[in-house]
C-alpha cells in the first residue's frame, strides 16, 4: 500500500496494486529461482510500483543490467529479460543467450516485454534463431505509472520528439492503451475533450479500442467525469520559461549554477517577451549570453521563447541568432537548430503577423497584479504569466471552449468532443456543490509549475473541477531541449 | 415390489447385475465387427469402423471403407478410403478421428467425415512401418504413440501440438512386446511394455524395469494391460489367469484375482458407474465376460461438463439445439451462444455452392457484433477452404486489427494488411507488415506503397535509422527532400569520415542538398563549416596542438591563448564575427591568460561595444582589484553604481547615486553597506533621502 497515492480524489492505489498484482502473477509463471536482466531505461520506472523486496519474495535473486555477450554467472532456474519492444534489444538478447547455451546446466529464458509485445521484435529473435529458447514470451503493460495521487506519468523520453519532429505514434498507441487500463479500473469516461493532431490521434484509437472490447460491458461507476487530451505543441511556450514554484525552481536550478543575478536578468528578459515587449528585435541579453558562451540549452531556450512569444522570429533576426549559435558553440549544432524548427519552437514569422498578443489578451496569458502569497489566479506559479496549457482546461470547465473558438483556431490541430454513451445505471447525478473531475493528459510531457497551477484550481472553494493529470513525461524546458538535440559526435 | 427385483442376479456373493436393453443400434453392417478396425469416442461419441480388407489376402483389389456412425448407430459419414494401410483409429478429445497409416502418416477427419489436416510421426518410420499404435488422452489433449517395425516407441502428447519424441531403447527387444500401454503421470507421458514375465517404464530419458508390488509368482509372460481413463490404475493380465489390480505406479496393489483362464483375452478394460466408488475392471473372451474388482477409488473422476456438451452438439450440427441449451441455462453469452453462432460461421464458410456475398452477408446478419465473436478464426476457416475472397470480406467485421493483420499477410494480401495495421495505429503491427512487404515487392514498388502512406512512410524511415542507413537516404532521393538530406550528409560527415578531405567531400554534398532545398541559411553556414575545417587543419599542421573540430569562437580563443594575435583577428575579419562578440571572447581570454597589459592596451584600441563593466566584472573574477579599479571609473554613468559597488568602493558609489538622485541606486548602495565601516555614507544616503522627499 503507497499511502502518498490515495490521498486524492481518484484513488490511484488501486492502478498501482493492478500492476503490481500483473507482476506477481508474471513472476510466479517462472516457477523456481530467478534473475532479472533490465533494460536500464525499466528500472526507473519500475522501482514505483515494485520495491526489490516484492521481487525477493518472488524468488528473483539477482539483477544484472542487459548488456552484450555473456551473462554473469548466476545459479538460478530461471534468467528473465525485462525489455522495452526494441531491435537493439532483441540482438543483445540473443547474444545472451547464445553464450550462455554453451555452458553449464540448462536454464529457463523467458521475455517480459514492457509495455508492449512485439510481433518485430520476435520476428528478429525468431531470425537470430534464439525465439524458441523462450518459454513465457509476455507483455507487461506498464503503460502509466503513478507518481502521486494525482499524477501519473509513462515516462517515454523520446515521446515529444518521436510524436511531433518524426511521426512516430508509438507512444501515443502506448498513451491510448494506458487510458483504457484506467477506465477498466476507473470506469468509462463519459467525455473526451482534445485539442491537438496527436490528442485527435489518441482519442480515434480510444473509440476503436473500445469498440474491439465490445463484450466486456464495462460495470464501473465512472470515476472521471471528462478526459481533456492536449498536444504538447499546443502550449511550446510553457515549459520554455523558468519556473518559479517551490518545486519547478528545485527542478530548474538542480545541477545548474548561476549568479543570482544573472538569474534576475534572465527572468526579466523572459517576462518581457511574455508579456509582449521587444519580442521582434535581437536582445542585447541573448547576444551577451551567446558571446560569453552561456549553456547552450540556456541560449536555445530563450531563443525558441522569443519565437513562440512572436508567433516566429523576422528571418533577419532568426539568422543572426543562428549564426551566433553556429559560430559559437560549434556547427554542428545545425542539426539541433533544424530540429526546433521541425518542432516549431524556432520559426520564421509567416505571413507577418504575430498572432501572439491576441492568444495573450483573450486567455489572459499575462495578469499584471500577481499575489504569490495569496494567488487568486495560476499566473502566480510564472509570477505574471498564466500557463497556456492550464488556462485552456481552465476555460473548458467553465465557461467551455465555444468562448474561445477564434484562439483555438489559431492554435495548431484540431479540438474536438466525443461522447462515450453509459448505460442509464452508471451515469452520474452529480450532488450540488460536487466537484466534477477532469483528468487531463499532456502529449509530449508536462511541468512541475503546470501541475502545481492545475492543483490550485483544483483546490479552489468554487473551482468546481478537480484534476487528476497524465501525462508521457514529466520534464522542464532544459530537458525538453535537450531531448530535441542532436550531437553527431 | 418385486417387478424391480426379479431380472437382478447374483454377482458374486455381494453383488447383483441385470441385463436390459437400452437400445438398439440402427446400424445396418454387412460385415462383422471382429474384422473392423473400430474406434468408439468417450462420452458416447461417435464410433468409427474401418472395414479392413488389409488383413485378407482375398480382397485386396476392394478398397476398404471408413464409416463414423454416432453412438446409436446413425450413419454420419461413409468415405472410399484411398490413402495408405491404416494401422490403428481413435478418437481426439475433440472429436477427430486420427487415422495412424502404417508409413507413419495421420490423416485427421471431422466428425462428418470431413478431411482436417494430415501429419507424419518422423521419417525413421517411413522405413521400419508401424507395427502398433494407441491414441490417448491427456489433460493437455490426444496424443498418439506408436510402436515401430525396429521395436522403437514415438510418441507425441499431444497432437494439436506436435513434438514428436523418440523414447529409449529397450535392451535386448527383438520382437513385439506382448502387451503395452500409454501412460501419463506427473503430466508426462511413459510407455509400459510387457516383455515376456519382465515390465519396462519407458521415459523420455530412460528404460527401466519395473515390477508391479506384491505380484503373484510363477509368471512368465503378461498378456494384456489396461489402464484406467484416469491413468491412475492399471490391471495386468498374465499367462498364468492371474489378474494384478493396483496403481499405475505400480507401487500399490488394490486386489488380485485368480480367473483359471489361460487364454489371451480379446478386450480387458477398467468401467465404474458415475459417482461410485467401485472399480472394476471387464475382460473379455471370445464367448465369455468376466467383472473383477473391488477397488475404492478415492477420487470421483469428472463429470461431463456442459461445456463439453455443447461441444459434442455442435460438432453434430445441432446448432439451434445448443442455443436452446445456452438460453435456458443462462449461461453467459461468451461462453454460450456467441461460441455456438461462431461455430456454425465455420461450417457455413464450409458451403460452396453459397456465395462469398451471401455466406458474409448471412454470418453478419447472425452475429452482428456479438461479444467474443472472432470473425478471424472464421476467416481463417475460410481461407482455409480456399475461400480467400470470403475471408476477407469476413475480416472487414473483425474490429481488432491485430487478429486482422497476420491473416491478411497469410493470405498475401500485404497491401491491404498495411492499411489495416494504420487505421489501428498499432505501430508494431505497420511494422510487422512493412518488413513482409520489403521481401515480398521490388525496391521500386516498396517505395510507392510507401509514398502512398505517410504514416507507413515515417515508421519506416525511423527503422531506417537505426537499421538501414543507406535506405533513408534513397528514401530522401525519392521524395526529393533535400533538406533532409542536407542533414543525412551532415550526419554522414562525422559518422563516417576520418580524412578531412572525406568530410569536406560530405559537406559539400551537404550544401548541394541545402541549395536545392532552398535553404540558403543552411548551405552558407555548411560552407562556413568547410572553411573553417580546411583552416583548422592547416592551423594544426603550422602551430602544432588540436583545432579540428572546436568552434568557431573557440578556434579564435585557442589562437588568443597561444599568443597568435594577428591570426585570431584574421579569422574574425573572414568569417565576420560581430564586433560586441569578439570583444567578449578577447575581453575573457585575455583576462583567463591574466595579460592585464595586453587587456589594457585592448581596452584602449577604441570604444569598448560592450562598455567597460564587463571589464571590472572580469578583474574581480580574477581577483584583481587594482586592475578592475583602471576600469571601473571608465564605466558609463548608467552602470557605474554597480562598478564601484564590485570593486568595494562603497562611499564613492553612494555620491554617484545621490548625484543621480536615483532611488533604486540609492537602496543597492545602502543593502551594500555593511557593520560601522559604512555608518557613515549609510548616514548620508539617508539624508539625501529625507532631503529628496521634502521636495
Known amino acids: 500500500m503507497a499511502a502518498h497515492l490515495s490521498y486524492g480524489r481518484v484513488n490511484l492505489n488501486v492502478l498501482r496494486e493492478a500492476v503490481r498484482r500483473e507482476l506477481r502473477e508474471f513472476l510466479d509463471k517462472c516457477a523456481g529461482s530467478k534473475a532479472i536482466v533490465w533494460d536500464e531505461?525499466?528500472?526507473?520506472?519500475?522501482?514505483?510500483?515494485?520495491?526489490y523486496s516484492l521481487l525477493k519474495e518472488h524468488e528473483v535473486e539477482k539483477m544484472f543490467t542487459l548488456k552484450g555477450s555473456r551473462l554473469p554467472a548466476a545459479d538460478v532456474k530461471n534468467i528473465i529479460f525485462f525489455v522495452r519492444p526494441r531491435l537493439e534489444l532483441m540482438d543483445i538478447i540473443a547474444e545472451n543467450v547464445l553464450s550462455e547455451d554453451k555452458r553449464g546446466p540448462a536454464r529457463d529464458f523467458h521475455i517480459l516485454f514492457v509495455p508492449r509485445r512485439s510481433l518485430l521484435c520476435e520476428q528478429r529473435l525468431k531470425d537470430l534463431g534464439v525465439l524458441g529458447s523462450f518459454i513465457h514470451r509476455e507483455e507487461y503493460s506498464l503503460d502509466l505509472i503513478p507518481f502521486d495521487g494525482d499524477l501519473l506519468s509513462m515516462e517515454s523520453e523520446g515521446a515529444f520528439k518521436e510524436c511531433y519532429l518524426e511521426s512516430d505514434q508509438t507512444s501515443l498507441y502506448h498513451a491510448a492503451k494506458g487510458l483504457m487500463t484506467l477506465q477498466a479500473?476507473?470506469?468509462?469516461?463519459?467525455?473526451?475533450?482534445?485539442?491537438?493532431?496527436?490528442?485527435?490521434?489518441?482519442?480515434?484509437?480510444?473509440?476503436?479500442?473500445?469498440?474491439?472490447?465490445?463484450?466486456?460491458?464495462?460495470?464501473?461507476?465512472?470515476?472521471?467525469?471528462?478526459?481533456?487530451?492536449?498536444?504538447?505543441?499546443?502550449?511550446?511556450?510553457?515549459?520554455?520559461?523558468?519556473?518559479?514554484?517551490?518545486?519547478?525552481?528545485?527542478?530548474?536550478?538542480?545541477?545548474?549554477?548561476?549568479?543570482?543575478?544573472?538569474?534576475?536578468?534572465?527572468?526579466?528578459?523572459?517576462?518581457?517577451?511574455?508579456?509582449?515587449?521587444?519580442?521582434?528585435?535581437?536582445?542585447?541579453?541573448?547576444?551577451?549570453?551567446?558571446?560569453?558562451?552561456?549553456?547552450?540549452?540556456?541560449?536555445?531556450?530563450?531563443?525558441?521563447?522569443?519565437?513562440?512569444?512572436?508567433?516566429?522570429?523576422?528571418?533577419?533576426?532568426?539568422?543572426?541568432?543562428?549564426?551566433?549559435?553556429?559560430?559559437?558553440?560549434?556547427?554542428?549544432?545545425?542539426?539541433?537548430?533544424?530540429?526546433?524548427?521541425?518542432?516549431?519552437?524556432?520559426?520564421?514569422?509567416?505571413?507577418?503577423?504575430?498572432?501572439?498578443?491576441?492568444?495573450?489578451?483573450?486567455?489572459?496569458?499575462?495578469?499584471?497584479?500577481?499575489?504569490?502569497?495569496?494567488?487568486?489566479?495560476?499566473?502566480?506559479?510564472?509570477?505574471?504569466?498564466?500557463?497556456?496549457?492550464?488556462?485552456?482546461?481552465?476555460?473548458?470547465?467553465?465557461?467551455?471552449?465555444?468562448?474561445?473558438?477564434?484562439?483555438?483556431?489559431?492554435?495548431?490541430?484540431?479540438?474536438?468532443?466525443?461522447?462515450?454513451?453509459?448505460?442509464?445505471?452508471?451515469?452520474?447525478?452529480?450532488?450540488?456543490?460536487?466537484?466534477?473531475?477532469?483528468?487531463?493528459?499532456?502529449?509530449?510531457?508536462?511541468?512541475?509549475?503546470?501541475?502545481?497551477?492545475?492543483?490550485?484550481?483544483?483546490?479552489?472553494?468554487?473551482?468546481?473541477?478537480?484534476?487528476?493529470?497524465?501525462?508521457?513525461?514529466?520534464?522542464?524546458?532544459?530537458?525538453?531541449?535537450?531531448?530535441?538535440?542532436?550531437?553527431?559526435? | 415390489m418385486d417387478c424391480y427385483t426379479a431380472n437382478w442376479n447374483p454377482l458374486g456373493d455381494s453383488a447383483f447385475y441385470r441385463k436390459y436393453e437400452l437400445y438398439s443400434m440402427d446400424w445396418d453392417l454387412k460385415e462383422e465387427l471382429r474384422d473392423c478396425l473400430v474406434a468408439a469416442a468417450p462420452y458416447g461419441g461417435p464410433i468409427a469402423l474401418l472395414r479392413n480388407p488389409w488383413r485378407k489376402e482375398k480382397a485386396a483389389s476392394v478398397r476398404p471403407v471408413l464409416e463414423i456412425y454416432s453412438a446409436s448407430g446413425l450413419p454420419l459419414a461413409s468415405l472410399l478410403w484411398k490413402s495408405g494401410t491404416v494401422v490403428s483409429l481413435g478418437w481426439s478429445a475433440e472429436e477427430e478421428l486420427l487415422c495412424v497409416q502404417e508409413d507413419g502418416g495421420v490423416l485427421v477427419y471431422g466428425l462428418h467425415g470431413d478431411f482436417r489436416r494430415h501429419f507424419s510421426m518422423g521419417n525413421e518410420v517411413l522405413q521400419n512401418r508401424i507395427l502398433d499404435a494407441r491414441i490417448f488422452h491427456t489433460e493437455f489433449g490426444s496424443g498418439v504413440a506408436i510402436l515401430t517395425g525396429a521395436h522403437r516407441f514415438i510418441l507425441s502428447a499431444n497432437v494439436s501440438d506436435l513434438k514428436l519424441r523418440r523414447m529409449p531403447?529397450?535392451?535386448?527387444?527383438?520382437?513385439?512386446?506382448?502387451?503395452?500401454?500409454?501412460?501419463?503421470?506427473?503430466?508426462?507421458?511413459?510407455?509400459?511394455?510387457?516383455?515376456?514375465?519382465?515390465?519396462?517404464?519407458?521415459?523420455?530419458?530412460?528404460?527401466?524395469?519395473?515390477?508391479?508390488?506384491?505380484?503373484?509368482?510363477?509368471?512368465?509372460?503378461?498378456?494384456?494391460?489396461?489402464?484406467?481413463?484416469?491413468?491412475?490404475?492399471?490391471?495386468?493380465?498374465?499367462?498364468?489367469?492371474?489378474?494384478?489390480?493396483?496403481?499405475?505406479?505400480?507401487?500399490?496393489?488394490?486386489?488380485?484375482?485368480?480367473?483359471?483362464?489361460?487364454?489371451?483375452?480379446?478386450?480387458?478394460?477398467?468401467?465404474?458407474?458415475?459417482?461410485?466408488?467401485?472399480?472394476?475392471?471387464?475382460?473379455?473372451?471370445?464367448?465369455?465376460?468376466?467383472?473383477?474388482?473391488?477397488?475404492?477409488?478415492?477420487?470421483?473422476?469428472?463429470?461431463?461438463?456442459?461445456?463439453?456438451?455443447?461441444?459434442?452438439?455442435?460438432?453434430?450440427?445441432?446448432?439451434?439445439?445448443?442455443?436452446?441449451?445456452?438460453?435456458?441455462?443462462?449461461?453467459?453469452e461468451v461462453q454460450g451462444v456467441s461460441r455456438i453462432l461462431a461455430h456454425w460461421a465455420c461450417y457455413k464458410v464450409q458451403q460452396k455452392d453459397v456465395s462469398d456475398e451471401d455466406v458474409a452477408r448471412a454470418i453478419n446478419q447472425k452475429l452482428g457484433d456479438t461479444p467474443g465473436v472472432s470473425y478471424s478464426d472464421i476467416a481463417a476457416r475460410a481461407y482455409g477452404c480456399g475461400r480467400t475472397e470470403l475471408a476477407i470480406k469476413l475480416l472487414e467485421y473483425e474490429p481488432r486489427s491485430g487478429e486482422q493483420v497476420p491473416l491478411l499477410l497469410k493470405m498475401k494480401r500485404s497491401k491491404l494488411a498495411l492499411s489495416k495495421a494504420i487505421e489501428s495505429g498499432d505501430t508494431d503491427l505497420v511494422f510487422t507488415v512493412l518488413l513482409h512487404l520489403k521481401n515480398e515487392l521490388n525496391r521500386g514498388d516498396f517505395f510507392m506503397t510507401l509514398r502512398n502512406q505517410p504514416m507507413a512512410l515515417s515508421l519506416y524511415r525511423q527503422f531506417c535509422k537505426h537499421q538501414e542507413l543507406e535506405t533513408l537516404k534513397d528514401l530522401y532521393n525519392q521524395d526529393d527532400n533535400h533538406q533532409e538530406l542536407g542533414s543525412f550528409h551532415i550526419r554522414a560527415s562525422y559518422a563516417a569520415e576520418e580524412r578531412i578531405e572525406g568530410r569536406v567531400a560530405a559537406l559539400q554534398t551537404a550544401a548541394d542538398a541545402f541549395y536545392k532545398a532552398k535553404n540558403e541559411f543552411a548551405a552558407k553556414a555548411t560552407e562556413d563549416q568547410m572553411r573553417l575545417l580546411r583552416l583548422q587543419r592547416r592551423l594544426e599542421d603550422e602551430l602544432g596542438g588540436r583545432f579540428l573540430d572546436l568552434s568557431l569562437h573557440d578556434t579564435v580563443t585557442t589562437l588568443i591563448l597561444g599568443g597568435h594575435n594577428k591570426r585570431a583577428e584574421q579569422l574574425a575579419r573572414d568569417f565576420r564575427i560581430p564586433d560586441k562578440r569578439l570583444w567578449w571572447l578577447k575581453l575573457t581570454a585575455l583576462a583567463d591568460l591574466e595579460d592585464w597589459e595586453e587587456l589594457e592596451k585592448f581596452s584602449k584600441s577604441k570604444k569598448s561595444p560592450i562598455g567597460y563593466l564587463p571589464f571590472v566584472e572580469i578583474c574581480m573574477k580574477q581577483h584583481n582589484k587594482y586592475e578592475a579599479k583602471k576600469y571601473a571609473s571608465r564605466v558609463g554613468p548608467e552602470q557605474k553604481v554597480k562598478a564601484l559597488l564590485l570593486v568595494g568602493d562603497v562611499a564613492q558609489a553612494a555620491d554617484v547615486a545621490i548625484e543621480h538622485r536615483n532611488e533604486a541606486e540609492l537602496s543597492l548602495v545602502l543593502s551594500h553597506c555593511t557593520g560601522a565601516t559604512d555608518g557613515a555614507t549609510a548616514d548620508k544616503i539617508q539624508r539625501a533621502r529625507a532631503q529628496a522627499q521634502k521636495k
Open chain 1, 41 to 51: 531505461y525499466l528500472t526507473g520506472p519500475f522501482g514505483l510500483i515494485a520495491q
Open chain 2, 169 to 332: 531403447e529397450v535392451p535386448g527387444l527383438q520382437g513385439a512386446p506382448t502387451c503395452w500401454t500409454a501412460l501419463c503421470q506427473d503430466r508426462v507421458a511413459h510407455i509400459l511394455l510387457a516383455v515376456g514375465p519382465d515390465l519396462y517404464l519407458l521415459d523420455q530419458s530412460a528404460c527401466s524395469a519395473v515390477t508391479p508390488f506384491g505380484l503373484a509368482p510363477g509368471v512368465s509372460s503378461f498378456l494384456q494391460m489396461a489402464v484406467s481413463f484416469t491413468y491412475r490404475h492399471l490391471a495386468l493380465f498374465t499367462d498364468t489367469g492371474y489378474i494384478w489390480m493396483g496403481t499405475a505406479s505400480l507401487k500399490e496393489k488394490l486386489c488380485e484375482f485368480n480367473c483359471n483362464i489361460r487364454a489371451p483375452p480379446k478386450q480387458m478394460v477398467w468401467c465404474s458407474r458415475p459417482r461410485s466408488k467401485e472399480r472394476a475392471v471387464v475382460v473379455a473372451w471370445e464367448r465369455r465376460l468376466m467383472v473383477v474388482g473391488d477397488a475404492p477409488e478415492s477420487i470421483q473422476y469428472k463429470q461431463l461438463t456442459i461445456q463439453v456438451l455443447l461441444d459434442r452438439l455442435v460438432l453434430r450440427r445441432l446448432y439451434p439445439l445448443a442455443i436452446q441449451i445456452c438460453e435456458y441455462l443462462r449461461l453467459p
Open chain 1, 185 to 489: 479500473l476507473y470506469g468509462t469516461i463519459p467525455q473526451i475533450f482534445g485539442k491537438g493532431e496527436c490528442a485527435r490521434q489518441v482519442a480515434n484509437m480510444m473509440i476503436r479500442m473500445k469498440r474491439e472490447f465490445t463484450g466486456s460491458q464495462n460495470s464501473i461507476f465512472p470515476v472521471f467525469d471528462n478526459l481533456l487530451l492536449l498536444d504538447r505543441n499546443v502550449d511550446l511556450l510553457t515549459p520554455l520559461a523558468t519556473q518559479l514554484t517551490y518545486e519547478g525552481l528545485i527542478d530548474e536550478i538542480y545541477g545548474i549554477q548561476n549568479t543570482s543575478e544573472d538569474f534576475f536578468d534572465k527572468l526579466t528578459v523572459e517576462q518581457e517577451f511574455m508579456s509582449g515587449i521587444d519580442t521582434d528585435k535581437v536582445n542585447s541579453y541573448i547576444e551577451d549570453c551567446i558571446a560569453q558562451k552561456h549553456p547552450l540549452i540556456k541560449v536555445l531556450r530563450l531563443v525558441c521563447l522569443q519565437s513562440v512569444c512572436n508567433s516566429g522570429l523576422k528571418q533577419k533576426v532568426l539568422d543572426y541568432y543562428k549564426k551566433e549559435i553556429l559560430q559559437t558553440y560549434g556547427y554542428e549544432h545545425i542539426l539541433t537548430l533544424y530540429n526546433l524548427e521541425k518542432a516549431g519552437l524556432l520559426k520564421p514569422q509567416t505571413g507577418g503577423r504575430n498572432n501572439y498578443p491576441t492568444i495573450r489578451k483573450t486567455l489572459r496569458l499575462w495578469m499584471d497584479d500577481v499575489n504569490e502569497q495569496n494567488p487568486t489566479d495560476i499566473s502566480y506559479v510564472y509570477s505574471g504569466y498564466a500557463p497556456l496549457s492550464v488556462r485552456l482546461a481552465q476555460l473548458l470547465s467553465r465557461p467551455g471552449w465555444r468562448s474561445i473558438e477564434e484562439v483555438l483556431r489559431i492554435l495548431p490541430g484540431p479540438h474536438f468532443e466525443e461522447r462515450q454513451p453509459l448505460p442509464t445505471g452508471l451515469q452520474k447525478k452529480r450532488q450540488p456543490g460536487e466537484n466534477r473531475v477532469t483528468l487531463i493528459f499532456f502529449l509530449g510531457g508536462v511541468t512541475f509549475a503546470e501541475i502545481a497551477a492545475l492543483r490550485f484550481l483544483s483546490q479552489l472553494e468554487d473551482g468546481g473541477t478537480e484534476y487528476v493529470i497524465a501525462t508521457t513525461k514529466l520534464m522542464n524546458g532544459a530537458s525538453w531541449i535537450e531531448s530535441l538535440m542532436e550531437k553527431p559526435f
